[in-house]
Structure formats: structure tokens, C-alpha cells
């Protein structure tokens, strides 16, 4: 799908984007939906809420590990093995460039502003498709 439209039998379409996310990082939902990505769903990236993600049928996953970054981690891991999500982008942002390295199939990002951000996920949204 390139960037966030597309057309389909006269219908627009909107990648939706699952956020996993703390909330002094909110500031990144409200880019995306600025930037017509629809945001369905945001959770705070502890415990078992990622489970839910693969029946929204996301574009694509946004990790933040800028506060638990091993349980971001393995909330990756896990989503990445899913076969309902073959093929969507998972991407986690932290701080550190070294944060999420040796990830298999995840992208890690170092996202200063949400600028940043939307570059970022239409990069990966454009490889995907």
C-alpha cells in the first residue's frame, strides 16, 4: 500500500497502525491520525495486551521500548511469530539505536520528533507493499 491512501474499487483506504505505546509518547497518535493513518487501537506496551493486536488486522505495529525495553522486546518477538501478521511491519522506537538489535523481522528506529515518526512509518508501509 503506498503511503497511508489508496483507491480500491472507489473506496479509500487507510492503513491502520497498532501502537503500543507509554503515554508521554501519545503525541505520536495524534501525528499519524493528522497524517490520515488510522489508529484503531493503542495500549500501553505491559503484560498481555499485544495478544489482541493480530485480530485488528493492522498495516503495521509500532512498538515503543523507550520505558521496558525487554518487555517491548518480547512483545515483538511474539507478534513477529504470528502467522495472522506475516508480512505487516513491526517497527519499535526507543532511544537507543541499540535498543532492539538482533531483532529478526522487527525495524528499529530512533524517532526524535513525530516528524520522525511519519517518516518512518510510510518507509516502512511503502517496503511492505
Known sequence: MEQSRGWSGGEEMISKVA?????????W????????????????????AYKQIPRLEPDLILIDLTRLPEQGKKMAIGLAKQETLTGVPIVVVSEKDSAARGLKGVENLTVATPSDLITAVKSALSAKG
Do not use: F, M
Not at 497518535?29 to 498481555?48: C, F, H, I, M, T
Open 19 to 27: 501502537v503500543l505505546c507509554w503515554e508521554e509518547s501519545r503525541p
Open 29 to 48: 497518535v495524534s501525528a499519524l491520525r493528522q497524517n490520515g493513518y488510522s489508529v484503531p487501537w493503542v495500549e500501553e506496551p505491559k503484560g498481555d
